[in-house]
C-alpha cells in the first residue's frame, strides 16, 4: 500500500461505488486535495458528486479504491474509527439544513465542539462568534423551527465552521438560499475557510460557486473528465443562404474528455 504524495492532505485512487439497487455512481475515481486549498467538484446533477465526498470523508466505503488522509488510510478504516476520524477533524454541510429542534441556534452551533469536548461556555462563544459572521447572531435563541430555510442553512454551515475542521465537505451548501443571498454566504465561507486554514471539498453543479474555489475537477457520470473549450469557428465567407446575419460566427464549443 502506497502512501499519498505528502502536500496533499487528502489523497484517493480508483474509487469505485456501485448503489445497493445496482446504480453506479463512482467509475474509478482519484484525485488530490492540497492542504488549506478550496476544491471544486463540479458536474451536473446524478454525476456522483455527493458519492465521491460521501466516500471521502469516510461517511461510506468505496467498494474499491484508497482515501487517505494525511499518512491514515480512510479505507482501512472500520466505521467507529471512521466516525472518530468525522467527528474531530471533518466538517460536513448538506444541501439541506438539518438541526437538532429540541436545541436552539447557538447550542446547535455548538454541538460539534462540545461533542470533542470544548467546555460549554467556550463552545457557546465560538459558536456565537460564527453565528455573527453569517448574519444569525440575533437568532442564537431561537429555534429552528422559528427560523426561515435560508437562516437554518446558515446556522449549519456555522455548525460546520465553528469547531475549524482540517477539512470542510460542502454539498451544495447554498442549496437552499436565495440568489442575492448565495455569494454573500459563500464569500463568508471561503474567506472564513482561508483565514483559518481549512480545507474545503466543494460539491457544486453552479459554474459561479465553482469560480470561487482555487481549483476545480469535473465529473460526468462518475468519472473525472477534463472541459475541453473548443476555440470559435469562423466562417470563411459571409453568412449562408438560410443564415441570419450575425451568426456566422459560431459560438465556442466545449467537450468533455473523461481522464
Ligand atoms: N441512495 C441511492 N440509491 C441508489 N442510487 C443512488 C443513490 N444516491 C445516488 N444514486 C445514484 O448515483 C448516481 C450519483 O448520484 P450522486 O447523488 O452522487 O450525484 P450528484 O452529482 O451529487 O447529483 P445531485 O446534484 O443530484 O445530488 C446517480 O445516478 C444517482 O441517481
Avoid at 461505488?17 to 476544491?39: K, W
Avoid at 476555440?231 to 441570419?244: D, L, Q
Wanted: charged residues 25%; proline residues 8%.
Amino acid at each position: 500500500m502506497e502512501a499519498p504524495p505528502d502536500n496533499n492532505v487528502l489523497w484517493a485512487r480508483s474509487l469505485h461505488f456501485t448503489h445497493r439497487d445496482g446504480s453506479p455512481a463512482l467509475g474509478g475515481v482519484s484525485l488530490g486535495v492540497r492542504e488549506s486549498e478550496i476544491l471544486a467538484v463540479s458536474g451536473p446533477r446524478g454525476s456522483g458528486k455527493t458519492t465521491l465526498l460521501h466516500c471521502l470523508s469516510g461517511l461510506v466505503p468505496a467498494q474499491h479504491g484508497e482515501v487517505w488522509f494525511n499518512s491514515m488510510p480512510v479505507h482501512t478504516m472500520g466505521p467507529a474509527a471512521r466516525e472518530r476520524l468525522r467527528r474531530n477533524r471533518f466538517g460536513w454541510i448538506d444541501p439541506v439544513p438539518v438541526l437538532v429542534p429540541e436545541l436552539n441556534v447557538w447550542e446547535n452551533a455548538a454541538l460539534p465542539l462540545m461533542l470533542r469536548g470544548t467546555s460549554r461556555r467556550r463552545a457557546k462563544a465560538a459558536a456565537m462568534e460564527w453565528l455573527e459572521r453569517l448574519d444569525v447572531g440575533d437568532r442564537a435563541h431561537s429555534r429552528p423551527h422559528e427560523l426561515t430555510q435560508a437562516e437554518r442553512q446558515r446556522v449549519c454551515i456555522t455548525r460546520a465552521l465553528a469547531p475549524a475542521p482540517s477539512i470542510l465537505f460542502a454539498d451544495e451548501p447554498t442549496a437552499p438560499l436565495h440568489r442575492a443571498d448565495r455569494a454573500h454566504v459563500l464569500r463568508t465561507l471561503t474567506t472564513a475557510a482561508r483565514s483559518h486554514g481549512i480545507t474545503v471539498v466543494l460539491a457544486t453543479h453552479e459554474a459561479e460557486t465553482a469560480a470561487l474555489a482555487d481549483r476545480k475537477v469535473e465529473l460526468l457520470d462518475g468519472r473525472r473528465v477534463n472541459t475541453v473549450h473548443l476555440p470559435p469557428v469562423v466562417e470563411p465567407e459571409g453568412p449562408g443562404e438560410n443564415e441570419p446575419e450575425g451568426q456566422a460566427e459560431s459560438q465556442g464549443t466545449a467537450c468533455s474528455l473523461s481522464v
